[in-house]
């Protein structure tokens, strides 16, 4: 868990290599605590190894071969609330508050109920996020992309559903978007 692994690279550069554009990676998480997957790539520090640039390289592995300008962002992502067991272990998922993830006509439910972030560990996320960014750049990505979609963590707090916080970050679509809009200021430094 963590590194981009040699078939991950490789798939991206067969993708690079079939003429794309542009490539997005998928679900790179900022928080090695919180996964969403077993498997997923992890931004652990703010300098690249081999891996990371390796990566970066496959991803643009086309422009010799088609004459292309092919540009890759790394998409960031923390799941909140739907990192499943398998990857916490006995710890809870975290979430902007506690209401659980409940899928309808399901009986038994992947994720258990998340722990409501404290105020402290809301205002962290945006260095991870920042962190994350910087990794991406210096490895050779041409930018990222914020996944602030499909019930993770930043659409769990765009959320009034998943969001009934009522600090600066919950309440008013505003304060709702307040998480969102730091991290995107923090990520174009």
Same mark, same amino acid.
């Given at each position: 868990?963590?590194?981009?692994?040699p078939?991950l690279?490789k798939?991206?550069?067969?993708?690079?290599?079939?003429?794309?554009?542009?490539?997005?990676?998928g679900n790179?998480?900022?928080?090695p605590?919180?996964?969403?997957g077993p498997?997923?790539?992890?931004a652990?520090?703010?300098?690249?190894?081999?891996?990371?640039?390796?990566?970066?390289?496959?991803?643009?592995a086309?422009? #010799?071969?088609?004459?292309?300008?092919?540009?890759?962002?790394?998409?960031?992502? %923390?799941?909140?609330?739907?990192?499943?067991? #398998?990857?916490?272990?006995?710890e *809870?998922?975290?979430a902007?508050?506690?209401?659980?993830?409940?899928?309808?006509?399901?009986?038994?439910?992947i994720? *258990?109920?998340?722990?409501?972030?404290?105020?402290?560990?809301?205002?962290? /996320?945006?260095?991870?996020?920042?962190?994350?960014?910087t990794?991406?750049v210096?490895?050779?990505?041409?930018?990222?992309?914020? %996944?602030?979609?499909?019930?993770?963590?930043?659409?769990?707090?765009?959320?009034p %559903?998943?969001?009934?916080r009522?600090?600066?970050?919950?309440?008013?679509?505003?304060?709702?978007?307040? /998480?969102?809009?730091?991290?995107?200021?923090?990520?174009?430094?």
């Amino acid at each position: 868990v963590g590194d981009p692994t040699p078939e991950l690279i490789k798939l991206y550069s067969q993708w690079s290599e079939g003429g794309a554009g542009l490539l997005i990676t998928g679900n790179v998480m900022v928080d090695p605590r919180f996964l969403e997957g077993p498997s997923n790539v992890v931004a652990r520090s703010a300098e690249p190894g081999d891996s990371w640039r390796a990566w970066a390289n496959a991803c643009k592995a086309g422009f #010799s071969k088609h004459g292309l300008r092919q540009l890759s962002l790394v998409q960031l992502s %923390h799941p909140g609330r739907q990192s499943p067991p #398998s990857v916490l272990g006995l710890e *809870r998922p975290v979430a902007p508050s506690d209401v659980s993830f409940k899928l309808p006509s399901v009986g038994i439910q992947i994720f *258990r109920g998340p722990r409501a972030l404290s105020l402290q560990e809301v205002e962290e /996320l945006p260095g991870l996020f920042a962190r994350a960014a910087t990794l991406a750049v210096a490895a050779g990505f041409d930018g990222i992309q914020l %996944h602030a979609a499909h019930g993770y963590l930043l659409s769990q707090f765009l959320s009034p %559903h998943t969001n009934r916080r009522d600090d600066a970050f919950g309440g008013s679509a505003t304060r709702r978007q307040k /998480l969102l809009m730091d991290i995107v200021k923090v990520t174009r430094k």
